[in-house]
């Protein structure tokens, strides 16, 4: 299978075990389709009988703030 | 519902015999799959595949009418698709997974919207992990006939072979009325034909774009 031929995105994987608990995000996974995203967190994150699971496109969430890289001042980017 | 049994454990066993191979076939070969969470869903997948073979393989046993101790299942009973243990490669598995999951999902389907209680308590939760299935081999499907090179034409011919045979078994069953009259199956579900569109849909014009 030729990786190139489509572009996959990173999902976070959202789940909440029972009623009234928090959304916890538990995982990533990385799909090429929103379809398959939703297919594999079934597969992977398949710890607990969840009353909630969804995928979020990483891309899709808008940030308010984020960490610093721990080395930037050094000129590490990451 | 003694009318046409035999037809639907013959049914039953065919299901859970290609439920059995391909749960084999999806961890030996799914183990080297192209990508990380494509390999962790085949394992998780086959797991799925073996306990539905285990589940419809005690039904065949139950409506034989045999008591006693359940048998273990150590082998097929001859009924599984030739073209699912012949399955060698990533490609063929998507194949033989998409068209195994496609038309039986159908058949499945069409049991329980017949309604009977029996049938629905057996196969309820089954139905349901089913539809996980077939979304991750549909996904698969689509993505192969969509993919670069020689990837598009391989996919089509293995796919071409399964579905033969695969839709050769299902206008048999549409054909035995007995199944129908006796209430074990939805009557007018047009299986045939709701394959081949769900395979057109999915695959077919796709393919032949690139092919």
Redesign the interface.
Known sequence: ??????Q?KEYNVFTRIKRGDDLVMVGT?????D??A???A???Y?EEDWVEMCVVPREEMTWIRQPEGLFEKWGDGR | MTKGRDSFIHIVETIADNKFVLGDRLVEIGVGG??L??S??SI??AQGELGHARLLYNWAFDLKGLTGKKQDVRDQTGKAFRFAGNTTD?IGLIASAYTINVSFNLVLQAMFEAGHTDIVMRIHKLLREQG?HV??C???A???A????A?PRKFREALQERVAEARAWLVKLEADQELYASGYMKAGTALTARFDQMIEADVAHRTAAHG
């Open positions: 299978m030729n990786s190139s031929s489509k996959k996974v990385a799909a090429e389709t379809q398959l939703k297919v594999y079934t597969f992977v398949d | 192209p990508n969470e494509a962790l869903s998780a997948m990533w996980d979304a991750y549909r996904g698969w689509v993505q192969l969509n993919d670069t090179g990837v």
